[in-house]
């Protein structure tokens, strides 16, 4: 990879004229003295699409903020299963490699662009972004940091932005999750999984099915989860009709094909179907063919007027396409500040990986190892904050 700034998208972002992009960044002081060229510093680089290996540890430079940036001291990043299919050469919202990964992490401001503000240096800071973010040093936009929380963790705040977010906007936005309604949520031991959870039990008498294999049930249970199901060895579809024969009022999806179309013939009368993934491409390390002809044959397809007869919704969510809605971000993030504030939700954090074990924290993610958020850092965690928090 060159050492020279490579783009690498910013927020929530869209492809119009390019988005704002996070850069790479060095700390207040961005050049050595007497006009040298500024330090140096380690970012996460996918070289290719492929396995494991082609996201390695790599030396980066980076000029100071622009006007309406700031430069953030990366302490934590989050990893997620866009990430994974990016790895792969699935994501389209992701620049052509080389590039830097990453859409969100949190750290301190070290330095304000010209027209700056409403951030200072030394502010702790949760940063959203399309891509660019594996760093230990970046340039962001102002408009798309959010002040942590007082007592919150980089960790915590590296596992907030983009798990609860999703999790929020599908469950009250298009869900309209209310009291005493029933939600199926595939992969609940997952980042959004656990966010979602977290949320329905802000809301009265919400019935939870859950996703997820066997040794993740009692874990599940703890968190609110009344009726989990291993879909490794049952029809989850029967299952949830054993207990609910009616079905549910909502279906998070994360997983695309066959199990799109099973989740909407799961929904009550009024139900409201929300798919937001395509989990089921994810076979192994590397692209798999097979898998992808398969996920896109399955595809759930269905017209207007069939929806009319039906009487119920299907709705589609990806963060990634929410470029240029800040105002809106601004509002669901705010809202989430404010339920972490009243210790209605926390952020579950699995595991801490440094990166240059970023191999090993992908390997756990996607084989579905993870209960809640997997973890990067720049720099090897102490013993103790690498442990499970359970």
């Known amino acids: 990879m060159s050492t020279e700034p490579a783009p690498a998208s910013a927020a929530p972002p869209e492809q119009t004229p390019e988005p704002p992009v996070a850069t790479p960044a060095t700390t207040a002081t961005t050049t050595t003295s007497g006009g040298g060229e500024p330090p140096e510093h380690r970012a996460l680089v996918l070289t290719g699409f492929g396995g494991y290996d082609k996201v390695k540890v790599q030396t980066r430079r980076g000029g100071g903020p622009r006007a309406g940036e700031v430069s953030v001291r990366v302490r934590a990043c989050g990893l997620n299963f866009a990430d994974l299919l990016a790895r792969q050469g699935l994501y389209d919202r992701l620049p052509p490699p080389p590039v830097c990964p990453g859409m ?3 750290g301190t401001v070290c330095a304000l662009g010209d027209g700056v503000n409403d951030r200072q240096v030394g502010d ?9 973010l594996w760093q230990e040093v970046v340039n962001v936009p102002a408009g798309q940091t959010f002040p942590m929380p007082e007592g919150m963790s980089f960790e915590e705040a590296a596992a907030l932005l983009v798990n609860y977010i999703t999790a929020y906007m599908i469950l009250f936005d298009f869900g309209n999750l209310r009291p005493n309604q029933s939600v199926l949520i595939h ?3 997952g980042g959004v999984g656990t966010a979602a959870i977290q949320l329905c039990k802000t809301v009265e008498n919400v019935t939870i099915f859950g996703t997820a294999s066997a040794s993740k049930h009692d874990s599940l249970k703890e968190s609110g989860v009344a009726h989990p199901i291993d879909y490794r060895t049952m029809d989850y579809a029967e299952e949830v009709r054993k207990i609910s024969p009616k079905g549910v009022d909502i279906v998070l999806d994360p997983l ?4 799109t179309s099973k989740a909407f013939h799961l929904l009550k009368p009024m139900g409201k179907l929300i798919t937001y993934g395509v989990a089921n491409l994810l076979t192994g390390q590397k692209k798999n063919l097979m898998a992808m002809a398969k996920t896109w044959w399955n595809q759930f397809s269905i017209n207007a007027l069939q929806l009319l007869h039906q ?4 709705c589609g969510y990806h963060l990634g396409y929410m470029d240029e809605e800040y105002e809106l971000i601004g509002g669901v993030v705010a809202k989430l500040i404010s339920l972490y504030n009243q210790g209605k939700i926390k952020p579950k954090i699995d595991s801490v990986w440094p990166f240059d074990q970023v191999a090993d924290a992908m390997r756990q993610m996607q ?6 958020k997997v973890i990067l850092v720049p720099e090897a965690p102490k013993e103790e904050s690498k442990k499970e928090e359970n």
Not at 124 to 132: F, T
Not at 311 to 314: I, L, P, S, T
Request: aromatic fraction near 0%; hydrophobic fraction near 40%.
């Open 104 to 106: 969100e992490c949190a």
């Open 124 to 132: 702790k800071v949760m940063v959203l972004a399309r891509s660019g």
């Open 187 to 189: 992969m609940a031991a």
């Open 256 to 259: 695309g094909g066959s199990d």
């Open 311 to 314: 009487n119920k919704a299907v």
């Open 367 to 372: 084989e579905k190892k993870n209960v809640g």
